[in-house]
């Protein structure tokens, strides 16, 4: 097992333990810091209402809403059409924008958001949400992580996301109305970014009959005639991401 594999396993072991925002924010942080970067953010948005948990300056964070700055963020609108995780900053390419967005760019850097990587996750009915790990160090280039474990990093936001939402983002009304167990919304959501049965099987430490165990009865459960049936069903409820 290489190291970039052992710092995955224990934050999935990790970030399924976690049912507030203290625990996210803390088990994000751990394995920022483990891979070489200093600062983390999750944001999601679903229309107009935004959930950040991060560990970004709280003065950053707050002027970065109190000015609507997600409507500019170049990193932000970036991740709102792209679905392949990508870096900015630092020696890689600064997301293009007009001067406003550019300016914007430049502020970030004075809070100590330098350079980074950005996951985007993409959810039904136009909810959104970013994945990013930053640091403000010169010497230190996200772009290698890029090339050594893109893999990973992509797995470890969309482990996040699908938890974080499960736990966080879902109201006790929806839960009752699927009457869908977490395992069955997470292996649904795995599904649903693209992942097989063996994928599951790895990223949620389960064994492979285990993952179709819980796809089928989630697919029983919301009366749908196959798994695709029972992602759009699922969706249509608000009950993965």
């Given at each position: ?6 710092i995955f396993?224990e934050?999935?072991?990790?970030i399924?333990?976690?049912v507030?925002?203290d625990e996210?924010?803390r088990?994000a942080?751990?394995?920022?810091q ?5 600062r ?13 948990i ?7 964070t707050s002027r970065?809403?109190q000015l609507r700055y997600?409507?500019l963020?170049?990193v932000?609108?970036?991740a709102r059409v792209e ?5 900015w900053?630092g ?15 430049d ?10 990587i950005?996951?985007p996750?993409?959810?039904g009915?136009?909810?959104m949400?970013a994945?990013s790990l ?8 996200p772009?290698?992580l890029?090339?050594?474990c893109?893999?990973?990093?992509h797995?470890?936001?969309v ?10 983002g879902?109201?006790k009304?929806k839960?009752?109305e ?7 919304r ?7 970014h693209g ?8 990223l949620?430490?389960i ?7 819980h ?5 029983r459960k ?7 049936q029972c992602?759009?069903e699922?969706l249509r409820?608000?009950?993965l991401p």
């Amino acid at each position: 097992m290489s190291p970039f594999e052992s710092i995955f396993e224990e934050f999935i072991d990790a970030i399924q333990t976690a049912v507030n925002v203290d625990e996210f924010e803390r088990i994000a942080t751990r394995l920022t810091q483990r891979l070489g970067l200093q600062r983390f953010a999750y944001l999601r948005i679903a229309g107009d209402t935004p959930m950040l948990i991060s560990s970004y300056p709280k003065s950053w964070t707050s002027r970065y809403f109190q000015l609507r700055y997600q409507q500019l963020d170049p990193v932000l609108l970036r991740a709102r059409v792209e679905r392949a995780l990508f870096g900015w900053g630092g020696e890689m390419s600064s997301p293009v924008g007009n001067r406003e967005q550019r300016r914007f760019f430049d502020e970030a850097t004075t809070f100590g958001i330098r350079s980074g990587i950005t996951v985007p996750i993409r959810g039904g009915f136009g909810q959104m949400a970013a994945f990013s790990l930053a640091t403000d160090a010169r010497d230190v280039h996200p772009e290698r992580l890029l090339r050594e474990c893109r893999d990973l990093l992509h797995a470890a936001g969309v482990h996040f996301h699908c938890n974080a939402t499960i736990r966080l983002g879902v109201s006790k009304d929806k839960l009752a109305e699927g009457e869908l167990t977490q395992r069955e919304r997470q292996c649904l959501a795995w599904v649903a970014h693209g992942k097989t049965v063996a994928d599951i099987a790895v990223l949620v430490q389960i064994a492979p009959r285990t993952v179709v165990f819980h796809l089928e009865n989630a697919r029983r459960k919301l009366g749908a005639a196959s798994i695709a049936q029972c992602i759009a069903e699922a969706l249509r409820r608000g009950l993965l991401p």
